[in-house]
């Protein structure tokens, strides 16, 4: 199923993965004051993806069977965004960016609302895995064209692009995809048509997201 999407939303996925400033970033022409922008607001995101993957957890631990294993790669997220947040503040420090100062902008606070309408137990787990999935692969696959060979990334956003960019991390996004694939597959019509409406709205709120350090709101 997810294979399906991928092909028919393939122009809003590759506006989502290949936006100007991972463009940018990986042709070595990046506008620092644009990097430190997505910085502060990431940091904002990534601290309310935090109870998002908790209620995912709690729904993988719900309905999802002990040998499938969603538990232990779901806990493989919330350990990821952990160290995450940590190398946010690092970041930041090194950067000079004052994290408690950041005010979200709006698309920060709406893609953050939408995490949180996320949260509600009446969402289904096929949904917000779906979701999560989504979330995750934008940024995996981003960072990753930053680190092909033919990139010309700079050597001190390097670390950047292999927080996301790394392979570890591509394997963690290929099994978040099969718990979608093999969720959707049982899923009811309804079900799948609401998580396909909720993978075009990541989508789209990931170019916002990217936006938003070119000036946009
Ligand atoms: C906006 C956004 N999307 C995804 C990720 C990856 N966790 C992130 N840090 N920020």
Redesign the pocket.
Known sequence: MTETWLRKHRLLYVGATRHSLIHAIRDGNIDISAFKTWLG??YI??RA?VPFIASVLIKAWKESNDRDNDVEVILGGVS??ND?ISWFKKEASKWGVQLSNIVPQKA?QE?CRFLESLTSPEVEYTVAIVAFWA??T???ESFAHCLEEDSKTAPELKETCQR?GNQGFAEYCNSLRKIADRQLENASDDAITKAEATFLQVLE??VE??NMSHGGT
């Open positions: 607001q990431d995101f990534v993806f990821a965004l995450e920060n893609y979330i995750e934008v940024y995996q996301w709120y990931e997201f990217w």
